[in-house]
C-alpha cells in the first residue's frame, strides 16, 4: 500500500514537496516514482527513480523536479521548483517489483495565483 503526501495549492515559480510512503511488505521495489494526470487525459510520467539510483523524467519537468527516495524508509519523493499553471494535476506515486505495480490515492497539486 503507497499514502502519498503533500498536495495543495501553490502560486506559479512556487515550490512543493511530495512524498509516499510504502508500507506492508519489507521488499524492496524496483522502479518508485511519480505520474500526474489531468481531466480527460491519460496518466504521464513525471518522474521515476530504480532502486540502483538512475533516473527518468518527463520531459517537461526536466530542470525543475527532482525525484529521490530513500531505500529504508521504503519512500519515493518528488521535490518541484520553479512549478507553472500547467503542472496542476493529480499527482500519483507508483512503486514496482517484478509484476507488481502499486498506486497511491494521488494527491492533487494547483498551481496559480
Known amino acids: 500500500q503507497l499514502q502519498a503526501f503533500g498536495g495543495g495549492l501553490v502560486q506559479p515559480g512556487g515550490c512543493l514537496r511530495l512524498s509516499c510512503a510504502a508500507s506492508g511488505s519489507t521488499m524492496s521495489f524496483t522502479v518508485m516514482g511519480w505520474y500526474r494526470q489531468t481531466p480527460g487525459n491519460a496518466r504521464d510520467l513525471v518522474a521515476i527513480m530504480l532502486i540502483n539510483g538512475s533516473t527518468n523524467y518527463g520531459d517537461s519537468v526536466k530542470g525543475r523536479f527532482t525525484v529521490s527516495r530513500d531505500n529504508r524508509k521504503r519512500t519515493v519523493y518528488l521535490q518541484m521548483n520553479s512549478l507553472k499553471p500547467e503542472d496542476t494535476a493529480v499527482y500519483y506515486c507508483?512503486?514496482?517489483?517484478?509484476?507488481?505495480?502499486?498506486w497511491g490515492q494521488g494527491t492533487l497539486v494547483t498551481v496559480s495565483s
Open positions: 507508483n512503486a514496482k517489483r517484478g509484476t507488481l505495480s502499486a
